[in-house]
């Protein structure tokens, strides 16, 4: 699928990559390094693996900035699948490497790769909802914070953002369900939305 145009300094910051700028480098992680590393702590509860996770990505970045396609969505989307693919890439191999440390046939394989799913399975749903929330327009963020972090009710809501009730309820509804397609992502196949499935 391709999407509009993303902004100008996306395809401007390829640009930079591409032609080998270390400042561009360090302006994409100032950008984006705590994304990366939230996502990447979320899916792994690890903060040292978080961080190399994210030291991977931005080497990753740096040595392919040819590989992101401006017209398939936003560099903030394609470096947050980057996080998510390094992230299961780590977990599936500590899951291989526990199970080659183990003793040989103990039978629990079939449920250890269960149980890596559904923590790949939550884990997934946990970056995504994430991603979403942060990158929410700031109407919709504006009414989600109002109503569940101060716990305000749709009429108040309303009277705090300076727009109709019919407004404040319409902005809360489309909040709640983009964070709802959370739950909507297979396991590999991380997705934020305006990016397309090819890293």
Do not use: K
Request: with cysteine; proline share 6%.
């Amino acid at each position: 699928m391709v999407y509009g145009a993303p902004p100008r300094w996306d395809r401007r910051m390829q640009q930079r990559l591409a032609g080998g700028e270390a400042a561009a480098l360090g302006e994409l992680y100032d950008r984006f390094a705590a994304l990366v590393h939230s996502q990447a702590h979320r899916m792994l509860d690890d903060e040292a693996a978080a961080d190399i996770v994210t030291r991977e990505v931005f080497a990753h970045v740096w040595e392919n900035p040819d590989a992101y396609d401006p017209r398939l969505g936003s560099m903030r989307s394609w470096v947050a699948r980057l996080a998510h693919r390094r992230s299961v890439e780590r977990l599936r191999s500590a899951e291989r490497d526990g199970c080659d440390s183990g003793p040989a046939g103990d039978g629990d394989a079939p449920h250890d790769t269960a149980d890596l799913d559904e923590r790949l399975r939550r884990a997934t749903a946990a970056a995504r909802a994430d991603y979403i929330a942060a990158t929410l327009p700031e109407p919709l963020r504006a009414a989600l914070e109002l109503a569940y972090i101060q716990r305000r009710d749709y009429r108040q809501t309303a009277a705090d953002l300076g727009v109709t009730e019919m407004e404040a309820r319409r902005r809360l509804r489309l909040g709640l369900q983009l964070l709802a397609t959370a739950n909507l992502a297979p396991v590999d196949g991380f997705s934020p939305p305006g990016y397309g499935r090819a890293l």
